[in-house]
């Protein structure tokens, strides 16, 4: 029994029939003004490698303090502060509790005192 295909692949007679569709200088051109391919420097991202262990994981570190606040609970005030931790930037800092940046990471601190 022979090969129901016969020596030809599935693929080509659709390869055959294939025309790729040409686009001339105009519609190229026409496509580019329209805003949406011009180039905006503010869409660039300064990227800084991380450093990165052989398990995969890295180390954060604090790189500064941004702000101080207090919080008021019924019977006490607990001091928090804004850090800014490496590889993030300044609109993603998170508020942490002072004492335990103070134990953890004192060297932020000698600035602000």
């Known amino acids: 029994m022979g090969d129901p295909l016969g020596s030809r692949g599935v693929t080509d007679g659709i390869r055959a029939n294939y025309q790729p569709e040409v686009c001339d200088e105009s519609r190229l051109s026409q496509g580019l003004d329209d ?8 869409h660039v991202i300064d990227f800084t490698p991380l450093e990165i262990g052989e398990d995969l994981s890295y180390e954060e570190r604090p790189v500064r303090i941004l702000a101080r606040e207090s919080r008021e609970l019924r019977n006490r005030i607990i001091p928090f502060v804004k850090v800014q931790w490496s590889n993030y ?7 942490e ?9 004192p060297y932020l601190f000698e600035a602000l005192d």
Do not use: H, Q
């Open 35 to 42: 805003g949406k391919n011009v180039f905006d420097p503010s």
């Open 89 to 95: 930037e300044e609109r993603e800092a998170t508020w």
């Open 97 to 105: 509790p002072e004492t335990v940046m103070k134990e953890s990471y």
